[in-house]
């Protein structure tokens, strides 16, 4: 029912910055809280970033004050800015949405992001 689209990853050298961005398409759907979730290899997911609707936002002690979450409710669209990357944010980034009434949660496919030294 609901499609999550990312965009935005890439290789980038240390210090540098990416913007990430994850679009929810489909019909008769409403989309709550987004998130940014990682996954470098032989580690676990975690979650990065989220935001509600009506903007309250959070993010995991290592990306504080580098990254920001956004959200475009219009187009259901959450945005990553990255900056000041570090090799350590090397992972596959996923998009997250949950529905908005519900108990559902949507998963996008997954953009690289890599960062070299």
């Known amino acids: 029912q609901v499609q999550l689209v990312e965009s935005g990853g890439g290789l980038v050298q240390a210090g540098g910055s990416l913007r990430l961005s994850c679009a929810a398409s489909g019909s008769g759907f409403s989309i709550g809280t987004m998130g940014w979730h990682r996954q470098a290899p032989g580690k676990q997911r975690e979650l990065v970033a989220a935001?509600?609707?009506?903007?309250?936002?959070n993010y995991v002690d290592s990306v504080k004050g580098r990254f920001t979450i956004s959200r475009d409710n219009a187009k259901n669209t959450v945005y990553l800015e990255m900056n000041s990357l570090k090799v350590e944010d090397t992972a596959v980034y996923y998009c997250n949405a949950k529905s908005g009434g519900g108990f559902l949660n949507y998963w996008g496919q997954g953009t690289q992001v890599t960062v070299s030294s």
């Open positions: 935001i509600t609707s009506g903007g309250s936002a």
